[in-house]
Nanobody
Framework: QVQLVESGGGLVQAGGSLRLSCAASGITFNVYNMGWYRQAPGKQRELVATITSGGTTNYADSVKGRFTISRDNAKNTVDLQMNSLKPEDTAVYYC???????????????WGQGIQVTVSS
């Protein structure tokens, strides 16, 4: 049974930083592409960043240059370092496992429970 547990969210002022971490269990972590998504109130869930099993990264245009995704295959964790945060980054952030291209979008096999990030202006 796959479990993804996020940590590190909270409240931060605009311009500040937060680091999210996701601990994975129940999967052969090193073979899966991992990712972070977010969902703001009244909006659809959107892709924030992905990292392949080989370490190749991909970012949404809205976070490029500010966010960095990384993984530690020895610890089965994937992190999201978020710098220069803006109020529009406020959302529930979700860890995603087995992220892959499908059709016109992305497919995800497993989700974490989500963690709140709030950026005040």
């Amino acid at each position: 049974q796959v479990q993804l547990v996020e940590s590190g969210g909270g409240l931060v002022q605009a311009g500040g930083s937060l680091r999210l971490s996701c601990a994975a269990s129940g999967i052969t972590f090193n073979v899966y592409n991992m990712g972070w998504y977010r969902q703001a109130p009244g909006k659809q869930r959107e892709l924030v960043a992905t990292i392949t099993s080989g370490g190749t990264t991909n970012y949404a245009d809205s976070v490029k240059g500010r966010f960095t995704i990384s993984r530690d295959n020895a610890k089965n964790t994937v992190d999201l370092q978020m710098n220069s945060l803006k109020p529009e980054d406020t959302a529930v952030y979700y860890c995603a496992a087995d992220v892959r291209r499908g059709g016109s979008g992305w497919l995800v096999s497993s989700w974490g429970q989500g963690i709140q990030v709030t950026v005040s202006s």
